[in-house]
């Protein structure tokens, strides 16, 4: 997620950031042209002034593949492009940050379904594409004249960039923070590994607006129920449509 944590006060609870999050259905045929299109998409739209892109993280479509972390260039960006394409790599994530602002970032990431070879790897694996950034960013880039309509964009590029059904859901968010790992030197004695966590649901109460909480040992975390082939469950804010959601997205016949 974030390389640094600002925590937010909002509606009376924590937030860190914004968090939009759509996922592939694993049947879903997808090429890596959706990759690059999304990538040029957040390179073309997403980026604010006095913003830059800072980083570019790739990773090959092969078992215990590495990602491959590097600084943005555009020589990087071009060479990573034809191996996009090729479905070489199948995970393409970009960074933005204004160097004034410590905590004005976006990380946008995207991986389409993995190829045979990946399909029995004992990790689930799903197509995602993933978008995180400071509520700062979001709140200048909703301010801006395209930058909402710049975000719906990038999940109808993604929606109809795969053969077959995808859903997701974009959040306010709150990351608990948590002891990090240091794979170098003396371990921190309250580590705990991700395995090992709690996983049970943030003890806090009921708010009408809603701030989800994201990271590994919440249990409701709905990267983990997807992979599990639970999905989403019941009706509830993630998932339910009002009259109006249905109308705003084209009306029931365009959604189904």
């Not at 049947?27 to 980083?55: K, N, Q, Y």
């Not at 004249?145 to 993604?158: Q, S, T």
Request: charged share 20%; glycine share 10%.
């Amino acid at each position: 997620m974030m390389a640094t944590r600002e925590v937010v006060e909002l509606y009376g609870q924590p937030v860190t950031g914004f968090d939009l999050r759509l996922f592939i259905r694993p049947e879903a045929a997808t090429d890596g042209a959706l990759l690059v299109a999304l990538g040029e998409h957040v390179m073309r739209t997403l980026i604010l002034p006095r913003c830059r892109l800072t980083g570019l993280w790739t990773k090959r479509a092969q078992l215990d593949a590495k990602m491959n972390v590097g600084e943005f260039t555009d020589a990087r960006w071009a060479a990573a492009v034809p191996k996009l394409r090729a479905g070489t790599y199948h995970v393409v994530e970009l960074i933005a940050e204004d160097p004034d602002r410590v905590n004005h970032r976006i990380m946008v990431g995207a991986q389409i379904n993995p190829p045979k070879e990946l399909q029995g790897y004992p990790v689930p694996v799903v197509g995602t594409v993933d978008v995180h950034c400071s509520l700062s960013y979001i709140r200048e880039l909703a301010g801006s004249p395209k930058g909402a309509e710049a975000v719906l964009d990038l999940g109808r590029m993604a929606w109809n960039g795969t053969e077959g059904a995808a859903y997701g859901f974009g959040n306010l968010a709150y990351s608990p923070k948590l002891v990090p790992f240091n794979p170098s030197g003396p371990q921190d004695p309250n580590y705990v590994p991700p395995w090992e966590q709690p996983r049970g649901a943030p003890d806090v109460r009921p708010h009408p607006i809603p701030i989800a909480y994201v990271g590994l040992n919440v249990d409701t975390n709905l990267e983990d129920a997807y992979c599990a082939g639970r999905g989403i469950k019941g009706a509830f804010w993630a998932n339910f449509l009002t009259r109006d959601h249905v109308e705003r997205a084209g009306g029931e016949r365009s959604l189904r």
